[in-house]
Nanobody, 129 residues
Framework: QVQLAESGGGLVQAGGSLRLSCAAS????????WGWFRQAPGKEREFVAN???????????NIADSMKGRSTISRDNAKNTVYLQMNSLKPEDTAVYYC???????????????????WGQGTQVTVSS
């Protein structure tokens, strides 16, 4: 059974940084597509970043406009872990952050929640002003 577990959330002051981790178990994820989403109270779950496998050892990434220039996504296939580094955090970044995974060919785009097959339980990120 595939399981994803996020960690690294917490309370940080505006302008600070956090690195979220998502560890996967159950199979090898080097050929999987990974995504990070977030959901603030009363809002829909929104795309933050993804890491898409494009064959061999090549991956490409996408970052949401709201996080562009402040966030990077990376993966460590040996550890079955994906990371989301977030810098210059703002109060509006406060949300529960979720990681998600999908096998190659599951969907297209991988920017919508429905594009992913597996989800973690989420980790709270709170940015104080």
């Amino acid at each position: 059974q595939v399981q994803l577990a996020e960690s690294g959330g917490g309370l940080v002051q505006a302008g600070g940084s956090l690195r979220l981790s998502c560890a996967a178990s159950g199979r090898t994820f080097s050929t999987y597509n990974w995504g990070w989403f977030r959901q603030a109270p009363g809002k829909e779950r929104e795309f933050v970043a993804n890491s898409i496998w494009s064959g061999g050892r090549t991956y490409y990434t996408n970052i949401a406009d709201s996080m562009k220039g402040r966030s990077t996504i990376s993966r460590d296939n040996a550890k079955n872990t994906v990371y989301l580094q977030m810098n210059s955090l703002k109060p509006e970044d406060t949300a529960v952050y979720y990681c998600a995974a999908a096998p190659q060919g599951y969907r297209l785009g991988y920017i919508n929640p429905s594009d992913y097959a597996y989800w973690g339980q989420g980790t709270q990120v709170t940015v104080s002003s």
